[in-house]
């Protein structure tokens, strides 16, 4: 059984190493052995249920970070975007450009390859309660961002991991939809590396297709910024370290205007406690819509949160990011293009008060 | 039901025959036993070896659907039981009379008491967690109070629910292989917002949290165990894996056809108990529902590194209590013996939690067909 010895515990991966926990039942050197003995009633439960086979646990399941293995085929399945794939992206000619912005950012005579929209309309709205078919990281170190930022993790040849875990993701924009944010910040903060979290599958694939061409037209520029698609509403533990964050992005979420459908907002009381464990304390939340109700529903969920507290005035005069809310994404142009108004909340994430 | 999960969905459809395992809970100083099959709760009181009848004065209805979780807590005062017909019942447990019931809106997958026995903590099948006091004294303390949210895991079901031996914290274990650690907090009615940790390791679904603690009582741990048929040991306080044992292939054997539904133990832990048994057998008419009581003794023999080869099983006669315990909780006699009921009950059971708990695989073309059938559906019901 798994009597933890004390080798594995000596040096502990956060702080001091720790006294050897002893609860061996063997010879009865335990605390609680009813405790213990309690893992007796979880490991014969765990037998009524047979294990999915191997094929379809792979399936359901892939290791997102591709192991050295010899299987191509496999470890191409399991990582989203291979570098074979990325570089066939990038070849494909046929798709011309898309916005007026990014073609003007990806001017110098190159001939961009920027993807179009309307190749990937989708669904207006995906539900975000069913079950996912997409692969799901089991944990945040489990998935492998040098596919996601080839340039920020040099090739290392010996195939050790080396310093993958010195870079590390700090800005999130939930819902990301077509990348407009992502595209404006890259060149703000290039030494940010920053990912866009989007549910529907064919607009992540665009958001994908629109990052590649963009590098191809710039070089070294747009290499900091990625997407993945998932559903940020139950997955944001398995991306993300606790604190990780140092700015998080919910630009026009969708508004679920009927009360039973409250609880698809993608802001909401128990929602921000995972926005609150992944951003660091500091860190800053940025919300944006145009229609009030939800405006106003945004504001007094984080309002009403311990751990959040709102941003001065004159400090969002001062910070550039702010601008980018109405005028960045794609969402944000339709509504300024229309002359909507809009209603924003941001908030920073703040140690609770001790009462 | 446009927006259930596709497992939810088809739980709900098969609602009527769901068999559920049947439950058994050890005073942690071995004062009494109770087991839980279908809706019925039978207690037997060790000390004074007889069988116990429940009171009940809360005001509020009795369980009449099948209940999904049981458990002490505040070092046996109180014992708490909760499942599919919505309600949350608190038991003292020196008179056994029901102290309180609570209506959930939904039904209730996992209950527990904290530590210092003022709250209890109950969760549905769309992952929001409750909390309730318990605290008689305050003049409010009225039986329509209502459980207000605690936390929340996003639409996913929790399967199991415990306070650490400290009260500092709550887990929360879900259908989507997660694992919460919550600070709990001191005033708990207002929600618990800070997030201790995430343990994420398992490759299927939580089934059950214990925490453990080091002999020296200073260190606590937390054991998890899931649907990719591993026991993981966490450093919960940074959600670090600390240990993985596959249990696939060391699952002992206790012989014939007995397959404990769910085990308990007191504190001294003396004796392992065991209970075998479901709810709503299809074969099994209207007869009692199934439940099969085992007892291992003396457990200071067993030794885990060994494959439990010397691991005893009490015969009836020898279990604490006897006959007349066996009589109680089994509802009769020589169940063991009745080795086509055992099987029928084993079957039922691993589909029943395949049906819940286990994520549906579906080919594209498949998934396809469900989505178009769902899009027809709702178009259909607009056009009425
Ligand atoms: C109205 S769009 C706004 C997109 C973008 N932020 C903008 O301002 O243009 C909302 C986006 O959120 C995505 N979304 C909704 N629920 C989501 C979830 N649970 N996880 C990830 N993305 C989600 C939708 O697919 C949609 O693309």
Known sequence: MCIPSHEKYGTERYGEPRPKPRFLVGNLEVANPGQFLFSLRLLLAVSLVP?????????????????????????????????????RYIQRSKVGPLLKSDRQMASNGHKSHLPRKRFYRARAHSNPLSDSHFPIPISPSDVDYSQHFPAFFPVDRDGTDGNLSIRKIHFADIGCGFGGLLVNLSTMFPDTLMIGMELRDKVTEYVKERILALRAANPGLYENISVVRTNSMKYIPNYFEKGQLSKMFFLFPDPHFKEKNHRRRVISLHLLDEYAYALQVGGLIYTITDVEELGDWMKSCLENHPLFEAVSESELKADPVVKLLTSATEEGQKVARNGGQTYQAIYRRVVQEEE | MEEAAAGMEEGEQSQEAEVSPALIAVHPLGKSVVVAVGSELR?????????????????????????????????????????????????????????????????????????????????????????????????????????????????????????????????????????????????????????????????????????????????????????????????????????????????????????????????????????????????????????????????????????????????????????????????????????????????????????LLVKRQYSVANRELRKKIRNDRKIKQQHQ
């Not at chain 2, 066996?326 to 939690?353: F, I, P, S, W, Y």
Request: hydrophobic residues 40%; negative net charge; contains cysteine.
């Open chain 2, 43 to 355: 207690a037997y009181d060790l000390d004074g070896d007889k069988a116990i009848s429940l009171s009940d004065n809360s005001s509020g209805p009795s369980h009449s659907e099948d209940i999904k979780a049981i458990g002490f807590g505040a070092k046996g005062k109180l014992f708490a039981s909760a499942g599919n017909d919505k309600l949350v019942k608190v038991w003292a447990t020196d008179s056994w009379n029901c102290m309180r019931t609570v209506c959930s809106e939904k039904r209730v997958s996992a209950v527990a008491i904290s530590p210092d026995g003022l709250f209890v903590s109950f969760a549905d099948k769309f992952g929001v967690v409750y909390i309730l006091s318990l605290d008689e004294k305050g003049a409010e303390a009225s039986a329509d109070k209502k459980a207000v949210p605690l936390l929340g895991h996003y639409c996913s079901i929790i399967t199991s629910l415990e306070f650490s031996p400290d009260g500092q914290f709550i887990a929360s274990a879900d259908r989507d292989f997660k694992i919460r650690i919550t600070v709990f907090p001191k005033r708990p009615l207002s929600g618990a917002h800070e997030i201790q940790s995430f343990c994420l390791g398992h490759t299927d679904f939580v089934l059950c949290l214990a925490f453990i603690c080091s002999s020296d009582g200073c260190q606590a741990f937390l054991l998890s165990g899931g649907g990719d048929s591993t026991v993981r040991l966490w450093d919960f306080m940074s959600g670090s894996l600390l240990d993985t044992c596959e249990v696939g292939l060391k699952v002992v054997s206790i012989g014939g056809h007995f397959v404990p539904t769910s085990l308990g133990m007191s504190s001294t832990a003396d004796h392992l108990w065991m209970v075998m048994g479901a709810s709503n057998l299809p074969s099994h008419g209207s007869s009692l529902p199934l439940a099969c009581v085992k007892v291992i003794s003396p457990l200071q023999k067993i030794k885990l590194d060994e494959e439990h080869s010397n691991l005893t099983v009490l015969d009836d006669e020898e279990v604490p209590g006897g006959q007349k315990l066996l009589e109680k909780l089994q509802g009769r006699l020589n169940v063991a013996e009745d080795h086509e009921a055992l099987e029928v009950a084993a079957e039922a059971l691993k589909t029943a939690m395949r049906n």
């Open chain 1, 51 to 87: 294990a999915p086979s191997p094929a379809v646990r792979r399936h359901s399941f892939p290791r997102l970070r591709a192991a050295p293995s010899v299987d191509t085929a496999a470890s191409s399945r399991r990582s989203w975007w291979p570098q074979k794939e990325q570089q």
